[in-house]
């Protein structure tokens, strides 16, 4: 069974940085790629960033590119998102995605997600 | 980055209903648009892919169509269970783009 579970949300100041974390178990970590999405309180879905299985492609939304960072770490099957210059409308809860197929950009979707953690900025 | 347009974004229906909701991408996505279903509280869950292709264990009722620009997401009976929020997401291109959503709600 599949399971991906999130840590490291908590309140934070807005300039402030924040690490997430996301332990992965149930596959073969270092064959897929995996995701960050996000949704603000009543909100939508936004897609963040993705990372390749190798950890060697990267792509991030708009809305986050120059200060968040994506990575990987296929020894210890956990994702991270390191999150700097954070603003008030970074404030959501963030989850972990794994992509449905193991072809990076592929069509299959997110086919498991993590619970999600809350990330709050705010002075 | 391909804007993804959902509508309606909320509708009222009742158990038995035929129910429709559709995803306009800004520019041709061939058919890489999936849909997913969120309730209150809880993670999105994956529903179709490649626009019509239904994730195991999903129920029948849920359909997916189109190619190109416009996309359907049918639930051909609505159940009890069904009421929740649905989102359409394009992975053709990274950013990948969610719909708005729609909120499905009890007539």
């Known amino acids: 069974e599949v399971q991906l579970l999130e840590s490291g949300g908590t309140l934070v100041q807005p300039g402030g940085s924040l690490r997430l974390s996301c332990a992965a178990s149930?596959?073969?970590?270092?064959?897929?790629?995996m995701s960050w999405v996000r949704q603000a309180p009543g909100k939508g879905l936004e897609w963040v960033s993705v990372?390749?299985?190798?950890?060697?492609?990267?792509y991030y939304a708009d809305s986050v590119k120059g200060r968040f960072s994506i990575s990987r770490d296929n020894s210890k099957n956990t994702l991270y998102l390191q999150m700097n210059s954070l603003r008030a409308e970074d404030s959501a809860i963030y989850y972990c995605?794994?992509?449905?197929?193991?072809?990076?950009?592929?069509?299959?979707?997110?086919?498991?997600w993590g619970q999600g953690t809350l990330v709050t900025v705010s002075s | 980055a391909i804007q993804v347009t959902q509508s309606p974004s909320s509708l009222s229906a009742s158990v038995g209903d035929r129910v429709t909701i559709t995803c306009r991408a800004s520019?041709?996505?061939?058919?890489?648009l999936g849909w997913y279903q969120q309730k209150p509280g809880k993670a999105p869950k994956l529903l179709i892919y490649?626009?019509?292709t239904l994730q195991s264990g999903v129920p029948s009722r849920f359909s997916g169509s189109g190619s190109g620009t416009d996309f359907t997401l049918t639930i051909s009976s609505l159940q009890p269970e069904d009421f929740a929020t649905y989102y359409c997401?394009?992975?053709?291109?990274?950013?990948?783009?969610f719909g708005q959503g729609t909120k499905v709600e009890v007539k």
């Open positions: 995605a794994k992509d449905g197929g193991p072809d990076f950009g592929g069509n299959s979707g997110f086919d498991d």
């Open positions: 149930g596959f073969v970590f270092s064959t897929y790629a």
């Open positions: 990372i390749s299985g190798s950890g060697g492609s990267t």
């Open positions: 520019q041709g996505i061939r058919n890489d």
């Open positions: 490649a626009a019509s």
């Open positions: 997401l394009q992975d053709y291109i990274y950013p990948w783009t």
